[in-house]
């Protein structure tokens, strides 16, 4: 495993296992597998209305909780200063956890400032080791960071081959905030991408190896999601291999700028 080390010190296993579609009767198997694979950060929230089920996936797997990063999220529906610290103790509790390893605002809402606020006070609390956000854009962030006492430590966003966000990595390095990569495998469209599939013969790895091991040469947290055992040994096969600098390019290369998920400018902005 690589680990990423964020701005206040905390390391974070690079490559984490989503949660995101998977269903609360199916997650506890599905995160005890993973873990017993050797995943070690599991990325759930509110919103994915499964964080029970992964909880008790946690205590079934028997590893020491200090040796998982746990991530969750604010839902949309939650923010502002006191439902941000409500939504907070009602996903602690059904996590079954006494602390996550980091806590997201989801997606970014008119009220951020305030419900950052709340989650500042979350974090010095020490319920929560590092604290960030998902889906901001630049001017999201400089909302944040021109209102906020704290940085956050992470943004996680959409990115993939076809959307890999050059301005906002920039801007990210800058200010010492992670890059989280959700939906790396672009929900299955990169199977079909033939540079890629050229590339994964040429290092006799498959093309979800490639693009996973793409993210963690980028220096990003990656997070894939499957709910097949084969598969999540495959995604976890990353650490073995190196992708050349003319690899990496023309993954680069490959860029349209397009989404497979929702454009945070408008899909909670006024909600
Ligand atoms: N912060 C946010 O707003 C946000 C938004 C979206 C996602 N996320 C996070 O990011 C995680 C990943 O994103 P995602 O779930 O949208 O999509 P993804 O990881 O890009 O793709 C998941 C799809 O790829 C398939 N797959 C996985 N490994 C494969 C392999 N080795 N070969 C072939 N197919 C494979 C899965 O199938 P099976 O499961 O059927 O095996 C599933 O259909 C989420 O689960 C969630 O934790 C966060």
Excluded at 90 to 95: E, F, G, M, N, Q
Excluded at 153 to 170: A, C, K, W
Aim: charged share 25%; aromatic share 10%.
């Amino acid at each position: 495993m690589e680990y990423k080390k964020l701005s206040n010190g905390v390391m974070v296993p690079m490559l984490g296992f989503g949660t995101w579609k998977i269903p609360s009767d199916i997650a506890e198997d599905v995160v005890a597998d993973a873990i017993e694979v050797g995943y070690r950060h599991i990325d759930t929230a509110a919103l994915y209305e499964n964080e029970e089920a992964v909880g008790r996936g946690i205590r079934r797997s028997g590893v020491k909780r200090e040796e998982l990063f746990v991530v969750t999220k604010l839902n949309h529906a939650d923010h502002g200063y006191q439902n941000t610290k409500d939504a907070f103790e009602t996903s602690l509790r059904k996590l079954g956890l006494d602390y996550v390893d980091l806590y997201l605002i989801h997606w970014p809402k008119p009220l951020n400032v305030e419900s950052w606020r709340a989650i500042e006070e979350i974090y010095l609390s020490k319920k929560a080791r590092a604290i960030g956000v998902s889906n901001f854009h630049i001017h999201h962030l400089e909302e944040l960071i021109q209102q906020g006492q704290i940085v956050p430590m992470v943004n996680q966003v959409e990115f993939h081959p076809y959307l890999t966000q050059v301005q906002l990595r920039e801007y990210m390095k800058i200010h010492y905030i992670a890059f989280s990569s959700w939906s790396p495998l672009q929900r299955g469209k990169i199977f079909e991408i033939v540079e890629l599939q050229e590339i994964a013969k040429k290092y006799q790895k498959t093309v979800a190896q490639i693009v996973i091991r793409y993210n963690i040469q980028c220096g990003h947290i990656v997070l894939p999601k499957t709910i097949t055992k084969s598969r999540m040994e495959e995604n976890f096969n990353v650490f073995n291999f190196n992708l050349n600098q003319e690899d990496m390019d023309s993954i680069h290369a490959l860029n349209k700028q397009t989404r497979v998920g929702s454009d945070p400018d408008t899909v909670y902005a006024k909600k």
